[in-house]
């Protein structure tokens, strides 16, 4: 990837996401690659992050509060400029017109040149997580708010009395697609990528560091293969230029 591959003037970028630490494992060393590049980042969690714990003695009330410090402690490694939370039920989340709205309201209020979201389809290869139906909700209302919602003005017209004028996102790139078409190297970003996923201890199971660093680069160092990157970040990229 170089500065190339889309126009200069991209400089905003927003990933919108089931859980905290979703983007963290999907894009984060492509969004602290871009942030060191001059763009603006922010994130959009859906859910509330409520059930992702095999805890007895939690509740869903202070696992969710656990897990929004541990994405606003990511964030700020990151370099983000702002993290919204929907707070939309864990594990429940609907591809409703409330959803939609919501997705809306942040691509309107942060005005991206790319949208970031996870890949709106059922993977059926046995890989862990690519079936979690949060992703999949979350992959498929963004690609739903990015168009038409965001951009006309006539969908959702109480958000333009909010303050929210509609907003032409330009593309999408959608994480864990099985066909990419867009590497990204982050070998330079790599251990600010894993710094951030480090925030999200509730979900690391006890691993160390250099434990989920290893894990890391075996699993993006798979993906850079036969394209001259050490490690790589993929996406398919959806066009809404012209």
Known sequence: MS??????HFKRGLVVTA??????????GTVARL??????????LCTDGSKGSSDRNITEKELSAIRRKEQEAAGKILGLSHVSFLDHPDSYLQPT?????????EIRRHKPDVVICQYPMR???????????DHITAGDTTMSAIFPASRDHMTFPELIDEGFEPHKVSEAWIMG???PDLWIDISEHIETSVKALSAHESQMDGR???????????????????KG???AETFRRIYYRG
Do not use: T
């Open 3 to 8: 500065s190339s591959d889309w126009p200069e």
């Open 19 to 28: 859980h905290a630490d979703d983007a963290e494992y999907g894009c984060s």
């Open 35 to 44: 942030i060191s590049e001059g763009w603006d980042f922010a994130y959009v």
């Open 97 to 105: 017109l409330e959803l939609r709205k919501d997705i809306s309201r």
């Open 123 to 133: 993977v059926l290869d046995g890989g862990y997580g690519s079936g979690h139906p």
């Open 177 to 179: 697609h099985p066909q």
């Open 208 to 226: 160390s560091f250099d434990e989920i660093m290893d894990r890391v680069k075996e699993m993006k160092g798979e993906r850079g293969k036969g």
């Open 229 to 231: 990157m050490p490690i």
